[in-house]
Nanobody
Framework: VQLQASGGGLVQAGGSLRLSCAAS????????MGWYRQAPGNERDMVAT???????NYADSVKGRFTISRDNAKKSVTLQMNSLKPEDTAVYYC????????WGQGTLVTVSS
């Protein structure tokens, strides 16, 4: 299984970015997908997850600003990030199957103040 993430970049505070992740391989089905992030000097933290059936979970810090969605037919997951803050700056990783699952290569999101 491979996960290809895209959509990171530089944005001003208050702006928006959309991250996408496409999975290849045959293990996509049933697995929970999610986005995690890691800022310099910090651990990798969960940002948002979504089950196969569409149940979502968000970190408190992003609730109301970020929206995770998935397209099971396209084997993809998307993170819409609005009202971005400088503290959202991090490398964002796409995940399939939780901590012991599969990880994408990471995409850098930089929010300037």
């Amino acid at each position: 299984v491979q996960l290809q993430a895209s959509g990171g970049g530089l944005v001003q505070a208050g702006g928006s970015l959309r991250l996408s992740c496409a999975a290849s391989g045959s293990i996509f089905s049933i697995k929970t997908m999610g986005w995690y992030r890691q800022a310099p000097g910090n651990e990798r933290d969960m940002v948002a997850t979504i089950t196969w059936y569409g149940s979502t979970n968000y970190a408190d810090s992003v609730k109301g600003r970020f929206t995770i969605s998935r397209d099971n037919a396209k084997k993809s997951v998307t993170l819409q990030m609005n009202s971005l803050k400088p503290e959202d700056t991090a490398v964002y990783y796409c995940n399939l199957g939780g901590g012991a699952g599969y990880w994408g290569q990471g995409t850098l999101v930089t929010v300037s103040s």
